[in-house]
T-cell receptor, first 112, second 114 residues
Framework: GQQLNQSPQSMFIQEGEDVSMNCTSS?????WLWYKQDPGEGPVLLIA?????ELTSNGRLTAQFGITRKDSFLNISASIPSDVGIYFC????????????FGTGTRLQVTL | GAGVSQSPSNKVTEKGKDVELRCDPI?????LYWYRQSLGQGLEFLIY????????KSGLPSDRFSAERTGGSVSTLTIQRTQQEDSAVYLC????????????FGPGTRLTVL
């Protein structure tokens, strides 16, 4: 099935640094979502974006819905050890009426 | 309130055996989804339920896979004659209109086929 291209695949950063990851698609999506998955857990929703150009913050997280509706980015400011995990973007197209299409994931590891 | 729950959390089975995986969605959520996540990969859509009906089964990889939902609540994913390539984490999610795009996930069932 289709997957969104997400980059980087993995990253090591130092505690306190800012992080940026992005997601691109060849298809238009009407909703972009960002999830975080910890080991042995299901993905947890972080931010949902509903309008092209929308910029939304949730604490230290900021995400934007690209103007073309084919991309999105997620920024994490002042990273802390509990930010470790895998971050997934997901796109939702009302035309499919059901499933989310997930990105390939960005594995974030923080060094102290 | 309770989130999405799945059972068992881990299942080890022998090739050729049938397995059943269970999902209890968030109470009141009418939409239920099954996804599969292979090691180090993203999530692959399997099937979607609205109420007890499945308008989208497009992700089921073969006819060995089936799912049902009863009473608009619990869902069971059945894999017959399991193969080693079926080994993965099977995740269930639920959502409720109007926010059908905001899906809440369970912890998953890790299936290992020997």
């Amino acid at each position: 099935g289709q997957q969104l291209n997400q980059s980087p695949q993995s990253m090591f950063i130092q505690e306190g640094e800012d992080v940026s990851m992005n997601c691109t698609s060849s298809s238009i999506f009407n909703t972009w979502l960002w999830y975080k998955q910890d080991p042995g857990e299901g993905p947890v929703l972080l931010i949902a974006l509903y309008k092209a150009g929308e910029l939304t913050s949730n604490g230290r997280l900021t995400a934007q819905f690209g103007i073309t509706r084919k991309d999105s980015f997620l920024n994490i400011s002042a990273s802390i050890p509990s930010d470790v995990g895998i971050y997934f973007c997901a796109g939702y197209d009302t035309g499919t009426a059901s499933k989310l299409t997930f990105g390939t994931g960005t594995r974030l590891q923080v060094t102290l | 309130g309770a989130g999405v729950s799945q059972s068992p959390s881990n299942k080890v089975t022998e090739k050729g055996k049938d397995v059943e995986l269970r999902c209890d969605p968030i109470s009141g959520h009418t939409a239920l989804y099954w996804y599969r996540q292979s090691l180090g990969q993203g999530l692959e859509f399997l099937i979607y339920f609205q109420g007890n009906s499945a308008p989208d089964k497009s992700g089921l990889p073969s006819d060995r896979f089936s799912a049902e939902r009863t009473g608009g609540s619990v869902s069971t994913l059945t894999i017959q004659r399991t193969q080693q390539e079926d080994s993965a984490v099977y995740l269930c999610a639920s959502s409720s209109p109007p926010s059908t795009d905001t899906q809440y996930f369970g912890p998953g069932t890790r299936l290992t086929v020997l």
